[in-house]
């Protein structure tokens, strides 16, 4: 009978951690469509600014502008931006992420560069503060999406680190949202800016549907317009300085495009960490239902026998 109690106890515990990990699905589907809703609430003025820096690239040979975002130069000290997340139970998000990152510092110390981490998120900055590696900075990642407002704080205190001489680039490593079972580790260069890189493209957004009552993802192309500014405008100010001004807010929407990625990222793995987790005590459920019922029937036919032997003991 302690058998079958120890079975009847391990069911009840896998039924109980099945509705945690389903709620945590149903709770991680919900917020990859709002992520969902936060790129697209975004966009218009994503693809405003890049239109409007095309326009100016346009009008002036960014050859000849002398602005401090555009600078290459000699490259001696390096900062890692990595954004991790601040919790578990997503799969392997965290560990490709810092897998990555070790690898690029390793390419970059094979080069003879220095570098430093700037690290986003509790899971990254656990994991490397317990090692003797160069860190320059540690902030959590927002609980909730990201927002401009959260992003502006970390890529003013980047771009002062740039300003001020201290690290000659900054490579953004960030986990690029691909679909809901897949994801990749990411390399960008977030500064200098590359000229080349100012110009319009073609952009993508991803849209959560559902399809036969499974979650999918579908990825479109939006092609974005520049704005036609007429040759004969005469700028009020010179427009080095409005392309100054116009730059680091093209480098905080960078910044949160990669931040809302990651995000995305982080909650799909979760999503599908987690169904895994509950098909997988679905199986268990199954498994343990058969042991408690083979094991209950050799007790009943145990106890039919020790009733038939001692019913043959007393006719004897």
Do not use: H
């Not at 390096?78 to 799969?91: D, F, P, S, W």
């Not at 430093?116 to 902030?139: E, H, M, N, W």
């Not at 609980?143 to 490579?171: C, M």
């Amino acid at each position: 009978m302690s058998n079958l109690k120890a079975i009847r106890d391990r069911i009840a515990s896998v039924k109980n951690t099945q509705k945690i990990t389903e709620a945590m699905r149903l709770v991680a589907s919900a917020k990859v469509r709002r992520a969902q809703e936060q790129v697209l609430a975004t966009r218009p003025f994503a693809d405003r600014l890049a239109g409007i820096l095309y326009s100016l690239q346009s009008r002036l040979q960014f050859e000849d502008v002398d602005s401090p975002l555009l600078e290459q130069r000699e490259v001696k000290k390096v900062g890692l931006l990595v954004i991790a997340g601040n919790r578990g139970l997503c799969g392997t998000y965290n560990s490709n992420i810092i897998k990555r990152a070790e690898a690029r510092a390793r390419e970059l110390k094979a080069e003879g560069i220095d570098y430093s981490y700037l690290l986003v998120g509790r899971k990254a900055s656990q994991y490397f503060t317990r090692r003797d590696v160069p860190i320059k900075d540690c902030r959590d990642n927002p609980e909730k999406l990201p927002a401009a407002e959260r992003v502006a704080g970390a890529a003013d205190e980047v771009l002062s680190w740039f300003l001020s001489g201290d690290i000659d680039r900054i490579e953004l490593i960030y986990t690029k949202f691909v679909s809901l079972i897949s994801s990749k580790p990411v390399i960008q260069t977030l500064l200098p800016l590359d000229r080349q890189g100012l110009e319009v493209q073609d952009d993508e957004v991803f849209r959560l549907t559902t399809k036969g009552g499974q979650f999918d993802v579908t990825r479109e192309k939006v092609a974005i317009t520049p704005e036609n500014l007429p040759r004969d405008m005469i700028f009020e100010q010179d427009p080095v300085q409005i392309l100054n001004a116009l730059l680091p807010l093209f480098l905080t929407n960078q910044l949160l495009r990669a931040w809302q990625e990651s995000t995305a990222s982080e909650l799909a793995a979760r999503m599908t960490a987690m169904s895994n987790a509950s098909d997988n005590a679905k199986e268990l459920q199954k498994t343990l239902t058969l042991s408690y019922n083979k094991a209950r029937q050799a007790s009943i036919t145990q106890q039919i026998l020790e009733v038939v032997g001692g019913a043959a003991a007393l006719e004897g």
